[in-house]
């Protein structure tokens, strides 16, 4: 009877819990069984193992063979295992030594020629390696992302064959990845391109610096959606940490890492015919949704009240929270949601209330039947709603005098600053202080204070809007380089709930 012992990872979520692949050799008929909760993926395992096994130049155990995945009540998905059942049956027949197998971890799944393929996760199952004190195996396409979590501690293969002569003490086979280093983007979505709309220039400006949601509300045409493909430049760097988060959960994706993205913010825009589960995570096992894969991004909702009702209020909790945590009746998983959100939506069904050709016909029931597809407690929940009308005729073909459209890059260095004073005061950007931040980073000249008893009292604004307001109105200080919130500052940010004004006689 031969016995070994397989380092591996799974993947619950962002976590990547330890796996203990057992592989014992035993008389009789010859079968291989592998338990512990195995998946259809995993079970399958089997004949590709086999194949691999075969196609390597190494002999097929023919004796009972039993794999058993520890811990039995972890749920076992993908091909990920492959390559460590692999290793413990050769290591349990002797083929290969196993005592190299105690320092090393291994993930991978094997093609039947035995060539290595990349998994989801190898980011995750590093950083938890190198927690553990022992080197990660992976495939040679998942080394640039699993090197980000430890550089040293990674090793990368292409083929079984290298692994195997790796651990018998020719480690030349296998090669340590360099991580993945962030590519410059330039000449692409620059706010100079947008001609006109200076007020939602600012309001896209006000956004960035203080890490706002904004609405824009707008016909056909009137450059909504162009001004939402700025944001992301306009955004600052993100911290380490933060470009790991978002490293860490594209690795989980379907779409997996691309080591040319590592360092950008993600910029997600669903189409409005998606799911609930697609846009906030779900399934039997929890996955990512377009919340999550917006994390320290932008997330852009387009044609807003065509979404489903039932869609849109699953993100309330969390723009208020940052997270989402997705319940099932056998598992939960918890799954990071810091997104800045921007909608788009028309201001009627036909898309031209208002227009001065007189082209819409919508009446009063239909129109408000159409905002109404997106509930009160949501919008109160985005920071800015503005009205965006079309660009003039000699604006848009450059025969007027407009002042100069600047470059993304002099506005992202503007709002660098604004958001460097944000976190060297409150630790946060202005978007994410909490109720008792706002009382002490918020200070108001007397003058604005009553401009906001006003608002409060016209508008009837609720506790939280009134809090949204006095952050948008920091952000506008913080941009204009002064500490006290002036009257000013205020009166543009109440300008920019412009849907709380809708009904305002």
Known sequence: MALATVHSRAQTGLDAPAVAVEVDLAGGLPALAIVGLPETEVKESKDRVRAAIVNSGYQFPTRRITVNLAPADLPKEGGRFDLAIALGILAASGQIPGAALERHEFLGELSLSGALRRV???LPAAMAAATAGRELVVPEENGPEAALADPTGVRAATHLADVTTSLAGDETLWT???????????GADD???VRGQQQAKRALEIAAAGGHSLLLIGPP??????L?????????????EQAMQVASVASISPGGFVPSDWGRRPFRAPHHTASGAALVGGGSTPRPGEITLAHNGVLFLDELPEFDRRVLEVLREPLESGHIVIS???RQAEFPAAFQLIAAMNPCPCGYLGDPSGRCHCTLERVERYRGRISGPLLDRIDMHLNVAPVARDVLMGSADTPLNEATSVVRAR????RRRALERGHASNAALSPAAIDDHCPLHPDART??????????????AYHRILRVARTIADLAGVEQIAAAHVAEAIGFRQLDRANVP
Do not use: W
């Open 328 to 330: 099932r009746a056998a």
């Open 221 to 226: 045409g009137a450059g909504k959606t162009m």
């Open 451 to 464: 401009v906001v008893e006003q608002a409060i009292a016209r508008l009837g604004l609720s506790a939280r």
């Open 228 to 240: 939402a493909s700025r944001l992301p430049g306009l955004l600052p760097e993100m911290t380490p």
């Open 120 to 122: 989801r996760g190898a």
């Open 191 to 193: 706010m100079a391109d």
């Open 415 to 418: 709002v660098g600053a604004a």
């Open 176 to 186: 340590t990845p360099v991580p993945a280093t962030a590519e410059a983007v330039a």
